[in-house]
Structures are given as C-alpha cells and as structure tokens.
C-alpha cells in the first residue's frame, strides 16, 4: 500500500468489513458501492445536493457521495438494505409501500433513510417538520408528495 492508501474498517448494515488499499478519503458511496457490491445507495450528483446517496451514519441522514470512508470509522452505516427486512420492514419502507409511494426508486435511498431518521427521532413530526426534513430531496419522477404522504403515515402509525 502506498502512503495514500490504508486499510478502513466499516460497520455496515451489521457486518463488519475491512477494505484494504484505498485513500481514505475515497467517498463512501464508492466504498459501498464499488468495494462491497451494495445496489444503494445510488450517485445522483456527486456533491449532496439530491440526496440519492443518503445513508444513516449512527442514525442520522449522512449524503455519502462527500463523505470521507474514514469518516464512517467506529461509526454505523445503515444503508437502505440494513433499515428492515422483508418480513420485518421499518415502519417508513411499510408505509411506502402502502402508500405505492415510488415509481423508479433511484431516489428511495434518500426518502426513506431521512424520513426513518426522522420519525425514529422525533415522536410525531408535523407534515411541515417532514417537509423540512426532506426539504433537500430531489425526486426525478415526480413522486415527492407520495413520499412526503408515507412518511407523515410512518409518523402517524409511531413504533
């Protein structure tokens, strides 16, 4: 390894990896797309701005386009893959599945990682505190207000 590469150890969805050979400055999207095979998040636009990218870093809503893969150390990623699981999904991805809340999903990464922050923090957000959470979301396709709709459901149905 040369002096700009090192190896980076990340918690990942609840799994452990150690990436070895890379600049840790690499973003992590490329980390998890590239390195680990993971399908999201997505690129979107490479300098968060759309929110394609998005993943929780300790719960919170990180755009790992312009994250350092370092900066994710000791930290946990869940990406959208590690938020529920099919036969248990988090009460966000139900309800967007109730609310047929997508048509393509390139996005989804985005919606759902924020608005599961988002009700997982706060116990009943107001459809303006959801729209403020969300306000840095691009949808392409048009289904934002879809969105919007399952998260506030999410928010209404608390855990």
């Known amino acids: 390894m040369s002096e700009k590469t090192r190896s980076v150890r990340l918690q990942v969805d609840g799994s452990s990896h150690t990436v070895a050979g890379i600049d840790p400055a690499t973003p992590l999207l490329y980390v998890l797309r590239d390195e680990l095979?993971?399908?999201n998040p997505r690129f979107g636009c490479g300098l968060a701005?759309?929110?394609?990218?998005?993943?929780?870093?300790?719960g919170e809503p990180v755009r790992s386009c312009v994250l350092p893969a370092a900066a994710?150390?000791?930290?946990?990623?869940?990406?959208?893959?590690?938020l529920g699981t099919e036969d248990r999904p988090h009460r966000v991805q139900a309800a967007f599945a109730e609310e047929q809340a997508m048509q393509c999903g390139y996005c989804v990464s985005g919606w759902i990682l924020t608005g599961a922050a988002l009700v997982d923090r706060?116990?009943?957000?107001?459809?303006?505190?959801v729209r403020?959470?969300?306000?840095?979301?691009?949808?392409?396709?048009?289904?934002?207000?879809?969105?919007?709709?399952?998260?506030?459901r999410a928010a209404e149905q608390r855990a």
């Open 37 to 39: 095979g993971l399908p």
């Open 49 to 58: 701005q759309c929110g394609a990218c998005t993943v929780q870093l300790d």
């Open 72 to 82: 994710a150390e000791g930290k946990r990623v869940t990406t959208l893959a590690g």
């Open 122 to 129: 706060e116990p009943h957000p107001t459809p303006a505190r």
């Open 132 to 152: 403020e959470a969300c306000a840095g979301l691009v949808c392409r396709c048009g289904s934002q207000l879809a969105m919007l709709r399952a998260i506030e």
